[in-house]
């Protein structure tokens, strides 16, 4: 069974702080690797995604993506309170379906 | 203004009945998704379709169904024998089966 596994924390960070969050996944036939932000009560927000080996960057955020250990992680530079909300880590295999991770909750405190 | 819409935003069923949660996306997207989210947990996937007419079951379809007749629509029906319905649902659409985009959600609460 495909797997997506993440801390559930949460995890607590002052505010001007990198917040490092990871997923290691499964499959090793996983192809994209996509990151969505999601406020309490809200659906899912896109933030990042990733297809190869290395780091992306797209402004505070960084995701970085290691194929060969099987996890994915994303950076988020300088947090604001306003980044407090729960992550949540999605995988999926070229032609098959997304498995999502069950999100980790970050609290930015001011 | 692009988006995907859900209705209703709440919505609350009795034992026993059959409630329609609606979704429609005006992005021209092909792919069309339903999943379902409980407290603390991921999204679990009910039911999928990539094209018009045509849709496959997901992880979690028992008490579940839905049809695809037009591209911009995929209605989810909560049918009498899905036994614990009350969760926050989902439905997203992606136009290459890559990136999903999300709608606001529905919160179903059985009384």
């Known amino acids: 069974q495909k797997e997506v596994e993440q801390n559930s924390g949460p995890l607590s960070v002052p505010e001007g702080a990198i917040a490092s969050l990871n997923c290691t996944y499964s499959d090793r036939g996983s192809q994209s690797f996509f990151w969505y932000r999601q406020y309490s009560g809200k659906s899912p927000e896109l933030i990042m995604f990733i297809y190869s080996n ?27 309170p306003s980044d407090s909300a729960t992550y949540l880590c999605a995988v999926r295999i070229y032609g098959q379906n997304f498995v999502f991770g069950p999100g980790t909750r970050l609290s930015v405190l001011p | 203004d692009g988006g995907i819409t859900q209705s209703p935003k709440y919505l609350f069923r009795k034992e026993g009945q059959n409630v329609t949660l609606s979704c429609e996306q005006n992005l021209n997207h092909d792919a069309m998704y339903w999943y379902r989210q ?21 992880d979690i379809a028992e008490g579940y169904s839905v049809s695809r007749e037009k591209k911009e629509s995929f209605p989810l029906t909560v049918t ?17 089966s890559n990136e999903q985009f999300f709608g606001p959600g529905t919160r179903l609460t059985v009384l």
């Open chain 2, 80 to 96: 009498s024998a899905q036994k614990n319905p009350t969760a926050f649902y989902l439905c997203a659409s992606s136009i290459n």
């Open chain 1, 54 to 80: 290395g780091d992306k960057e797209d402004g505070r955020f960084t995701a970085q993506l290691n194929k060969a250990s099987q996890y994915v992680s994303l950076l988020i530079r300088d947090s604001q």
């Open chain 2, 38 to 58: 409980d407290p603390g947990q991921g999204l679990r996937l009910i039911y999928y379709s990539q094209i018009v007419n045509d849709f496959q079951k997901g």
